[in-house]
Each structure stands twice: as C-alpha cells, then as structure tokens.
C-alpha cells in the first residue's frame, strides 16, 4: 500500500484524524459506544455520488496498533479507499481486473497439496482397506484407531476425491479405488503414495536445497519411509507406468516386427508387460538390480506374464547389457546431464543387433527451458534434458534416425527413437 494518495473526507462526525498516515485514514474515538455509532454513520454517510467505496474497513479495540511507525493507543476506526490512486495517478479496477482465470488457476494449484494429504493419509491409516465392505464412519475409525469425527471428515474429503461414495450413512470404495487403492489390484496406487511421502519431506526443504545447492539439511520422513525407500520408489514406478503412461508408452512405437526386447532399468517390468500385452510376437527382459528384480518377479507374476517377460540381475555401472537383442527401452534412466547417459547408451549400442529400435522415455523440457509444468518439476529434484539436447547426445552416440516420436505436455514427458546402424 505504498505511495498511496488518499482523499480525507469528513463525515461531520467531528473525529479527527490521529495520526496522519498516507497509508490509513485513521480516526480516534472516545470509547467503545462511540465506535460503534460512528462506524453505523460511516457506513450511511457516503457519498456514492462521489463513487467513494471502501474495501477495508479496520476497527482498532482498545490496544496497542503500530502502523506506520506511529503506535495508536485508542478506541477508532479506520479505512482503506478501494479506488486510492496508485502509481502516479491509475486507478486499480477490482471488478475489471485482468487474468483472473488464470489467478485462479495458480490458488488452485497452491491448494492441490491438501489433496494429495488426503489421499496420502488415507492411505497410511489403512482406510481404503477398511472399506473393502461399506462401514459408516464409526466403524471406520474403530478397525483403524482414529478418531470419530476427524474420520468423518476424512472421508467426506475421499468422496470429494471420488475414491469413496456415500450410501446412506455408509461410505463404499468406488470403482476407482478398488482398481487403484487396495494391495491385491494390479494396478495399485500404495507405491505412489508412500513414495509421496518422501518426496513430501524433501520438497519441504526445498528452500534450504535453492540457498545452499545441496541437500544436507532437508527434512527426513518417519523412519519406516527411509527404510523401504527403495521398495516404495521401484512400487511408485509401477504404478506410474500401470496408470496411463505404459499403456501411452505402448501405443506410440511399433514393436510389430521386433522379438526381443531388452528394458534396460526396468524396474517392475510395468512397460515390458504392457509391450508384450500390445504384441503377441514379443518377449522381454527386464534388466535390473536384484533388489529391483525381486519386485519385477511379483508384478510379472501378478500380470501372469512370466512365459514372456523374463527378468536379469544387473548393474550397469560393472556390466554389459548383454547381446542379441531387437530393440531396447531406455525409461526414467536418462535424467539429464550427470546420469552418465552417455555411457548408458553405448552400452545399450552394443546390446543391440545392426538395425535395432533404441526406444528412449524420459521427462523433457522444451527447447528454451521453460516448461512444461511436470518436466520443469522433476528437473528442479533431479534433471531433465531439453528435446534437442537427448536427440544430440543419442546421435553423438552413433545412432541414426534418431527423432521425437511422440510428446506428452500433461505429463512433461517424450519419446525418442532411434536406429542401432
């Protein structure tokens, strides 16, 4: 409210104007009684003929206010013009103010961390499975521990989230959730969401990582997050791939020729059952640390796929990929300048037989490094490389052919292909 010209206007209710500001037109009253007649006569005593508004409207009780540097010990009243001049003279239009949907778009964003807190807490406290068969909130919170009324609340929130429904006074898992929130589905979200956990604690250090450039004093979650990092890291990537991107993955490249594909890194295998499901010619293997292939066994277990995704221990920073195969997925392994992708592919050159599809999928900011959303986020915690800047170090590497595929903004994240000569 700085280099603020105000009109002082009298109301003819003898106050004076104690102390003046150029910020707040303040006016001080002998006692409570008087304040209270004298904001009932403000409030009819304008003028709107002047078209003089008033968008703050401050009572002072009788207590120490600081304003300004002066202290006012008093009674009063005081407001703030909603059309003060500003800036040399322009006028700020509230009700014509411009970029309001798009204001309203970055609240919106600010408050999607409560969301994410709902269904983190839901999950952690064991409600989803509680729901396996309806219960009314009471029960609810008697087989988790919690309590009652916050219960409730937490459950109203769920059916906002449209993870749970109401029927009459009991709540019942919608499809959605039975799909995604219990242990036994196939396509389940738990992984995701204690992995956010971690991320959560992370991200609130954030401050501390931008100042300092490292990360020696981000906050650390409870310890059964750090202890199962690992785990819940290798669940998260399943359910990321289970939930819309391996099946996106999927449907850009064509596998229709090709026999055997390697999934360097893969993780739970989610992409190579998804590829497999999509062509019946093609079989895979999932090359990974042990501690990541025992994961990968129960997800191709799960998926019934063990007669065609088969699974090999490795590390790539001691072993060769292997030989002998037709095409080969690089996904969430070539995170930006740093992660020795370099190295990895050509590694992934001499897995591969003359005229082998490299196959790429990774987080990629645009060109002049200012988005999209999701790429800008995980190259702040991680790295991502620029479209152009993957397609040079893959050609640098000796592939042909190399191209961008396919681009998906919602999620920040591209495919590029290439050719083994």
């Known amino acids: 409210m700085h280099n603020v010209a105000f009109r002082w206007i009298s109301y003819g209710l003898g106050l004076q104007p104690y102390p003046r500001s150029t910020n707040l037109c303040v006016y001080r009253l002998p006692s409570a009684i008087a304040l209270a007649e004298a904001y009932a006569s403000l409030v009819k005593s304008v003028d709107c003929s002047k078209k003089v508004q008033y968008a703050t409207v401050v009572i002072i009780r009788n207590s120490s206010v600081i304003h300004d540097g002066a202290t006012l010990d008093y009674w009063g009243i005081a407001w703030i013009p909603q059309n003060a001049e500003r800036n040399g003279g322009s006028k700020v239009n509230l009700f014509d103010a411009d970029n309001l949907e798009a204001a309203t778009a970055l609240l919106e964003l600010n408050w999607q961390f409560r969301a994410s807190r709902v269904l983190m807490t839901a999950h952690q406290l064991g409600i989803f499975e509680a729901l396996r068969e309806p219960k009314k909130a009471a029960d609810v919170a ?20 449209g993870v749970v429904r109401r029927d009459g006074d009991n709540f019942v898992l919608t499809k959605l959730a039975f799909d995604t929130l219990l242990p036994e589905s196939p396509r389940y979200l738990g992984g995701v969401l204690d992995h956010s956990e971690t991320l959560w604690w992370a991200s609130t250090g954030l401050p501390d990582i931008i100042r300092t450039g490292g990360r020696g004093a981000v906050p650390q979650p409870p310890e059964v997050f750090i202890s199962r990092w690992h785990e819940h890291w290798i669940w998260a990537m399943h359910g990321n791939a289970a939930n819309g991107v ?9 596998l229709s020729d090709r026999e055997l594909l390697l999934d360097v890194g893969g993780g739970p295998g989610t992409y190579s059952i998804a590829m497999c499901q999509r062509f019946p010619n093609l079989r895979a293997v999932v090359w990974d640390l042990p501690q990541t292939i025992d994961i990968a066994r129960q997800v191709i277990e799960r998926f019934h796929m063990k007669n065609r995704v088969a699974v090999k221990e490795g590390d790539w ?14 996904s969430n392994i070539m995170h930006g300048p740093g992660f020795q992708g370099e190295e990895r592919l050509n590694q992934g050159m001499r897995a591969l037989v003359p005229g082998g599809l490299l196959i790429v999928q990774d987080f990629l900011l645009n ?21 152009n800047e993957l397609i040079a170090i893959i050609r640098s590497a000796g592939f042909a052919d190399v191209s961008l595929i396919a681009y998906n903004v919602q999620r920040g994240s591209g495919i590029v292909t290439a050719i083994r000569p």
Not at 146 to 160: E, F, G, N, S, Y
Not at 323 to 330: A, H, I, P, Q, V
Not at 367 to 387: E, H, Q
């Open 142 to 161: 008697a087989l988790c521990g919690t309590d009652t009324v916050m219960t409730d609340k937490l459950l109203i929130a769920c059916c906002a989230l």
């Open 367 to 387: 060109n002049d490094k200012s988005g999209p959303l999701p790429a800008a986020l995980f190259n702040l915690m991680i790295g991502a490389y620029t479209v």
């Open 246 to 254: 391996g099946q996106w993955v999927a449907r850009q490249v064509d």
């Open 317 to 330: 920073n001691r072993d060769e990929f292997g030989t002998g195969y037709d095409c080969l997925l690089m």
